[in-house]
């Protein structure tokens, strides 16, 4: 089964700086810290600045946002995918680099993650609000029953809350969700599209095209380092977090228990973000884990995409999923001696 080709939905409805070993003051260490600190600061408060541009404060960067930090991306050695590409990065520390070419592919709903971003940013919601009413369509409620792709149940002329459909949207990947959120926030699909590239033009996602709101269509495409760059953005939103981070829902109306497709969640301080699969984007998956360190819980952000692409979909996001712990593990193990050594120093 896949995000963007098969239904995720229970069977009942049918009626989810290297050590050099040169000796420095402690002060000019800590000023540096404090230095690199504030620029990564910058570049996470803005979407526009630094961010869009691609540059920081320390000069050019990798492309993900964020000024790379190779010094530390190759003391910890990563456990990079073997096929496809990736890109990771520590908040308030810099990227730990980028693994294959990044030439843009379909991306299946990982393009989701957008679709909330406009949505969200359309139509904001603070933190444990429900949001706007929206009332479901014939055609969202019709196509709760195909079985071509993923859907979410949804009843047609029934009131759901802004919050209940973006959860119908991302935990159980409703395809039939994001384009009732498109035509309610923009007319139509189209000129949500429009809209969704438009915001990723603004996030410098120079490498992206959205032809859709649920990622079904091949036709948009990206990179990892483009949607690392949105996955910055997004993940400042607390709503968001808050329902990236949701194990299971119960659909309303329906009564149907849903769980999050995202099968690394609560695993090794995983805390979201988006699956996505198809036969031509392969397995994808958009990640954010924590490590707390000295009393500090840093934010890890990675993408993994085109991971056995032209494969069974099933096949594909269960070596996104492997591919995405090894390196999440490794990102976390090593972190913490790789900032004693002051590698993220530059």
């Known amino acids: 089964m896949s995000d963007s080709t098969h239904r995720h939905r229970p069977r009942r409805h049918h009626a989810l700086l290297r050590r050099t070993g040169l000796r420095r003051p402690a002060a000019l260490y800590l000023s540096a810290v404090l230095l690199i600190g504030g620029t990564a600061g910058c570049q996470t408060l803005g979407l526009g600045g630094a961010e869009s541009s691609g540059l920081s404060a320390a000069g050019s960067t990798d492309g993900a946002g964020v000024a790379p930090d190779a010094a530390l991306s190759r003391a910890m050695d990563l456990p990079w995918p073997t096929e496809g590409q990736a890109s990771a990065a520590v908040e308030g520390v810099g990227s730990l680099g980028t693994k294959g070419d990044q030439t843009p592919v379909p991306i299946a709903s990982i393009t989701k993650v957008m679709t909330a971003y406009v949505i969200l940013t359309d139509h904001p919601m603070a933190a444990g609000q429900q949001g706007k009413a929206v009332t479901a369509d014939q055609q969202a409620a019709d196509e709760s029953f195909s079985a071509s792709e993923s859907t979410a149940p949804l009843v047609a002329d029934r009131a759901y809350t802004q919050r209940q459909l973006l959860e119908l949207m991302m935990l159980p990947s409703g395809n039939n969700v994001a384009r009732l959120l498109a035509r309610w926030d923009a007319g139509s699909q189209e000129e949500f599209a429009e809209k969704m590239n438009r915001a990723a033009a603004k996030l410098g996602m120079d490498r992206t095209v959205y032809t859709g709101a649920s990622g079904i269509e091949p036709t948009t495409r990206s990179t990892a380092t483009d949607q690392l760059k ?64 000295g009393g500090t ?45 002051g590698l993220a120093v530059r």
């Open 297 to 341: 819980s840093h934010l890890i952000l990675g993408v993994v995409l085109h991971q056995r692409a032209g494969t069974n979909p099933t096949q594909a996001m269960s070596a996104a999923f492997d591919a995405s712990r090894t390196l999440i593990t490794a990102i976390r193990s090593g972190l913490p001696r790789a900032l004693s050594r």
């Open 230 to 293: 949105l996955a910055r953005a997004v993940m400042k939103n607390e709503t968001f977090r808050q329902i990236v981070a949701t194990p299971a829902m119960t659909a309303p109306g329906v009564g149907v228990r849903i769980a999050n497709s995202n099968r690394l969640l609560g695993q090794d301080g995983v805390i979201g973000l988006k699956t996505g699969s198809s036969t031509p984007a392969g397995g994808n998956l958009m990640w954010a884990a924590t490590k707390e360190i």
